[in-house]
């Protein structure tokens, strides 16, 4: 099952359109760039590659194993180029982002060792960090 995968590369694509979008007074960073260019804006952020308008098929076909509801395939369209970094964020960069006061490291550290119920997670195991993808952070971390 590849949901963790999935989830990383959901949080890189959140920071990398977020990224552009943010701050109202730039323009879009991909925009300026060509399909396959790649970027990086700043010294601890990741390095991003351009990517062109177009079309995929998102979901699940209906009979794969572990397939759930909510997974039924739809196309999704980008009518603009965007940017998506070419690896997962790292723990490297997430503690810098943590550092720089713009991402909640203490409710990252207290979700890993939680359960949805609240209940502390017995089962928590620090993997390490470093150059790991990072895991734990929130959607409104990834807009941020």
């Keep these: ?5 999935i989830a990383f590369v959901l949080i890189t694509v959140l920071m990398a359109v977020a990224g552009g979008e943010a ?8 925009a300026a760039r060509k399909p396959g260019q790649t970027f990086k804006e700043c010294r ?6 351009v990517v062109p308008p177009g079309s ?3 979901g699940s076909p209906a009979g794969e194993p572990d397939r759930r ?11 603009r180029a965007f940017a998506i970094a070419k690896t997962e964020v790292t723990w490297d960069q997430w503690e810098a982002c943590v550092r720089d006061r ?6 990252v550290e207290q ?7 609240g209940t502390p997670n017995k089962e928590f195991v ?3 960090r470093g150059t790991r993808p990072v895991v734990g952070p929130s959607w409104f971390d990834a807009q941020t």
Excluded: Y
Aim: aromatic share 8%.
């Design 23 to 30: 701050q109202s007074t730039k323009p879009n960073a991909a």
């Design 102 to 107: 713009w991402c909640d490291g203490v409710a």
């Design 56 to 58: 995929f098929m998102m």
């Design 126 to 128: 620090d993997w390490g």
């Design 1 to 5: 099952m590849v949901r963790p995968r």
């Design 111 to 117: 979700a890993l060792k939680m359960n949805e119920d």
């Design 44 to 49: 601890n952020c990741p390095e991003m590659v």
């Design 69 to 79: 509801d909510n997974e039924l395939q739809h196309r999704v369209t980008f009518t």
